[in-house]
C-alpha cells in the first residue's frame, strides 16, 4: 500500500459470504456467526447484490416475539413488524443495497457509511456484480503505515513537490503516525497549506507543524 489517495480496491475483502433470495432466516444467522460479520449481501442470477441483511434486519424477530405493539407502535414500526414475520432473505433484505464502486476513495466510503448508518458495504462494479466487500474495520488499514512509509510520502508529495527551492531545509518526522515538520520554506505558500496537505496523506493520524517562512529576498535594483 503505497501512495494517496488509497481506494476501496486497496482494502476491500474479495472473498465474500453471501445468500440468495431464499435462504432461510436460520441459515442467515448460522452464517452471520460461523463468519463473524455483521451483514450478507443477498445476490440473484451471476451474483447481482439486489439487497444485504444485517442484524439489525433479523433482530425484530427476537424484539417482537413477545409483545402486542398499541397501534401508534405499529404505525410507526411497520416495517420493523414486517420483518418480524419474515422468514427468508428476500423478506428481511433491505433493499436496494448501499453499494460502492472499488475506485471509490476510502474517504468517500467513509461518508457513505456514515450518512447512510452502515458497517459494510458490498463492492460492485458497473453492472452491479459483486466483486467484493468493505467494512469499517477496512477503511482503517491505512492506519497501519509504518511510520517510514509515511515520512517518505510526506516528503516527497508534499514538501519536496511544494518546495522544491527549500525543501532541504524541511524535517519531516513521523511518530506512531503523527508527522512533525519543523525548519523554514519559501514565502511562495502558506505553511497552512502544507499543513493540510501533508494531513491528508491517507495513514496520518496528526501533524505538528513547526515550519517558519523565509522573508522574500528584495530584488536588486
Given at each position: 500500500m503505497h501512495g494517496s489517495p488509497h481506494i476501496v480496491s486497496d482494502v476491500m475483502t474479495h472473498t465474500v459470504v453471501t445468500v440468495g433470495r431464499d435462504a432461510t432466516f436460520k441459515d442467515i444467522v448460522k452464517l452471520i456467526q460461523q463468519w463473524k460479520v455483521s451483514a450478507l449481501p443477498v445476490l440473484e442470477g451471476e451474483g447481482r447484490v439486489i439487497g444485504v441483511v444485517s442484524e439489525a434486519d433479523l433482530l425484530p424477530k427476537e424484539e417482537f416475539r413477545d409483545s402486542d405493539p398499541d397501534r401508534r407502535t405499529q404505525m410507526r414500526r411497520l416495517p420493523d413488524l414486517a420483518k418480524a414475520g419474515a422468514l427468508t432473505a428476500e423478506e428481511l433484505m433491505s433493499a436496494?443495497?448501499?453499494?460502492?464502486?472499488?475506485?471509490?476513495?476510502?474517504?468517500?466510503?467513509?461518508?457513505?457509511?456514515?450518512?447512510?448508518?452502515?458497517?459494510?458495504?458490498?463492492?460492485?462494479?458497473?453492472?452491479?456484480?459483486?466483486?467484493?466487500?468493505?467494512?469499517?474495520?477496512?477503511?482503517?488499514?491505512?492506519?497501519?503505515?509504518?511510520?517510514?512509509?509515511?515520512?517518505?510520502?510526506?516528503?516527497?508529495?508534499?514538501?519536496?513537490?511544494?518546495?522544491?527551492?527549500s525543501a532541504d531545509h524541511v524535517r519531516v518526522e513521523v511518530d506512531k503516525g503523527v508527522v512533525t515538520l519543523t525548519g523554514w520554506v519559501d514565502g511562495t505558500l502558506p505553511v497552512s497549506v502544507v499543513e493540510r496537505l501533508a494531513r491528508a496523506v491517507e495513514g496520518v493520524v496528526d501533524v505538528r507543524c513547526r515550519l517558519a517562512t523565509a522573508p522574500a529576498r528584495s530584488e536588486p535594483r
Open positions: 436496494p443495497a448501499v453499494t460502492v464502486h472499488d475506485d471509490a476513495t476510502l474517504a468517500e466510503a467513509a461518508r457513505i457509511m456514515a450518512l447512510r448508518k452502515v458497517k459494510r458495504l458490498p463492492v460492485v462494479n458497473d453492472m452491479g456484480m459483486l466483486e467484493g466487500v468493505v467494512s469499517r474495520a477496512d477503511l482503517l488499514k491505512v492506519f497501519l503505515r509504518d511510520d517510514e512509509e509515511l515520512t517518505e510520502e510526506v516528503r516527497l508529495e508534499v514538501v519536496d513537490h511544494l518546495f522544491p527551492d
